[in-house]
């Protein structure tokens, strides 16, 4: 087992010659997609303050 991970080749396992089973490499587990961005986001200036720009949202 720890050469198919080194190696990330599979083995075909037989039994009397005959293939019974195949040993793959295991994928690594996915990123959780909530928190994924986490610190590579920065926030510059003052997030809550209105908008200095004036503009109409119907226009």
Do not use: Y
Not at 4 to 18: H, P
Not at 28 to 47: L, Q, V, Y
């Amino acid at each position: 087992m720890d050469s198919v991970q080194k190696t990330k080749t599979s083995i075909l396992i037989t039994k009397r010659g005959k293939p019974v089973a195949k040993l793959v490499p295991a994928e690594s587990e996915p990123a959780d997609f909530f928190g994924c961005m986490k610190g590579s986001i920065r926030i510059t200036g003052d997030i809550l303050a209105p908008i200095d720009v004036d503009w109409d949202a119907n226009a």
